[in-house]
């Protein structure tokens, strides 16, 4: 699709739909003169220049890449009216839109019926369904793994929670006989599992922890901010499809469509299967919620004000290409395969070695040194090697701790406590047909020996990596 022509006609639609209700004159304080806007564009636009190439598959960074040209048109659209989601008088279209897009959600995740809303991030859902947990399970704790993202244990602080780190097995997941021995405690109340973690793209024993539930009688939230679009994927047999088909039946799940749903950032969605979880959320407001007898949005989300345009661009992005294998998910299988391919490669390489089987598209691996030290020294030099090169890869690092570490590779010599190791989320379908050039490129980086770098000794010795990890 022709963007440019896209967008003229977004402007077009909203001019049309404005030029309905009759002329009036703008104030001239909004008046901006050209001239001086081009130079302060000019600046602009050169100061954007500061920025690693998240569209190109040699960026292999983080979870990062541009949105799909139909979520930009449809959220430039609906930003020109700028509805605010937080109650239906704020944007009745893009209330519906929400409502429509949420659904689909609840569909893909199996829920028969749902209570749920966009979040402005992952972070944000997280925390409302902490919150939700807080309150159905008041006093007690909750638990996560030693590998889930640092939001859950920082939440728990915000919501005034004990919060309980369980151990993972070698592959990233929790340890679920750990997790059995802190629940008969009786001190938990609700259990986060994450269908792909942030560092390795790892997901829990989800339909394991079920009969947990059960025994225990604890609720359980599945963080699946990265990976819950992976779900359209579960019959494909790239990998288990057992906890993806679980999350059905868990008592409420988290999805980022900001990071695999081809959304700009302001994109996240938290999905409850038991509506009656809005009791938690009751408030009255004096300024709102006059033109609707359903709740309005505003009444089931921590947040107020919401953007009516990421609800409008993800409607949009989800008519083209809906929450279906076919749809969504063709856009997820290229990564997928050519992690799977990547991992062949690392097997057979001479200078880097695959950390751990990929479950998703976030590959794992480090240069081939015999110790902790060397891997990550090599860590750092192919990190900022790679980005500042005249044929530059950009991959990211992440810190793993000498027992995660020996555990999958016993053979190193462990003369430290952690080593950060090499990370690349496939995040772009584009990464298929560019794999061979990248693990190419990759591997002379990390055979190389031109530029030594001193091995880091102490945390402010440490080079930074690109971007912290999202
Ligand atoms: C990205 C991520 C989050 C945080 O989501 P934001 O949208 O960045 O706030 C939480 N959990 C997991 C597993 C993630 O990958």
């Not at 190109?56 to 979870?63: E, L, N």
């Not at 009688?217 to 992976?230: K, P, S």
Request: aromatic letters at 8%; hydrophobic letters at 40%.
């Amino acid at each position: 699709m022709d963007l440019q022509y896209w967008l003229g006609r977004a402007v077009e639609a909203v001019d049309e739909w404005r030029d309905g209700f009759g002329p009036f004159t703008s104030h001239p304080v909004n008046h901006v003169d050209d001239e001086r806007f081009g130079v302060a564009f000019a600046d602009f636009t050169r100061r954007l220049q500061d920025n690693y190439p998240f569209f190109h598959p040699r960026y292999v960074g983080q979870m990062v890449k541009p949105p799909h040209p139909v979520a930009v048109v449809g959220y430039l659209a609906a930003m020109l009216v700028n509805p605010n989601n937080h109650a239906r008088e704020g944007g009745p279209a893009t209330t519906d839109m929400e409502r429509e897009v949420i659904a689909q959600l609840a569909g893909m995740f199996g829920f028969p019926d749902h209570l749920g809303h966009l979040t402005t991030s992952g972070t944000m859902g997280n925390l409302e369904a902490l919150f939700v947990a807080r309150e159905s399970h008041p006093g007690a704790g909750i638990a996560y793994s030693a590998d889930s993202h640092f939001t859950h244990a920082r939440m728990c602080r915000v919501l005034g929670v004990q919060g309980h780190s369980v151990p993972v097995d070698l592959q990233g997941r929790m340890d679920l006989d750990a997790l059995e021995t802190l629940l008969r405690t009786e001190r938990i109340g609700t259990v986060v599992l994450t269908a792909g973690t942030t560092g390795t793209g790892a997901v829990d024993p989800i339909h394991e922890a079920l009969a947990l539930k059960e025994r225990y009688g604890v609720r359980l939230h599945v963080d699946a901010a990265y990976g819950g679009f992976f779900t359209l994927l579960a019959d494909h047999g790239l990998f288990d499809p057992r906890p993806w088909k679980a999350i059905a039946s868990c008592d409420s799940v988290v999805v980022d469509p900001h990071k695999h749903g081809l959304q700009p950032y302001g994109c996240g969605a938290v999905l409850f299967p038991d509506p009656g979880v809005a009791r938690h959320y009751l408030h009255d407001s004096p300024y709102t919620y006059f033109t609707a007898s359903d709740l309005h949005l505003g009444e089931i989300s921590l947040e107020c004000s919401r953007s009516g345009a990421a609800a409008a661009a993800l409607w949009l992005t989800l008519r083209m290409l809906p929450a279906t294998p076919d749809g969504l998910g063709s856009v997820l299988l290229p990564g997928l395969q050519a992690a799977r391919r990547w991992a062949v490669l690392l097997r057979t390489s001479r200078h880097l070695t695959l950390f751990q089987p990929p479950e998703l598209d976030i590959v794992t691996y480090f240069p081939s040194e015999p110790s902790l030290t060397g891997i990550d020294a090599a860590t750092a030099r192919v990190l900022n090697e790679g980005m500042t090169s005249a044929d530059p890869v950009y991959v990211s690092a992440l810190r793993v701790d000498d027992r995660a570490f020996l555990g999958r590779h016993p053979r190193l010599m462990g003369d430290a406590r952690s080593a950060r190791i090499l990370r690349s989320v496939l995040i772009k379908p584009e990464s298929g047909n560019y794999l061979e050039p990248l693990h190419n490129r990759l591997e002379e980086l990390a055979g190389g020996r031109s530029k030594p770098c001193p091995v880091p000794s102490s945390p402010s010795d440490r080079r930074p990596v690109p971007m912290p990890a999202l």
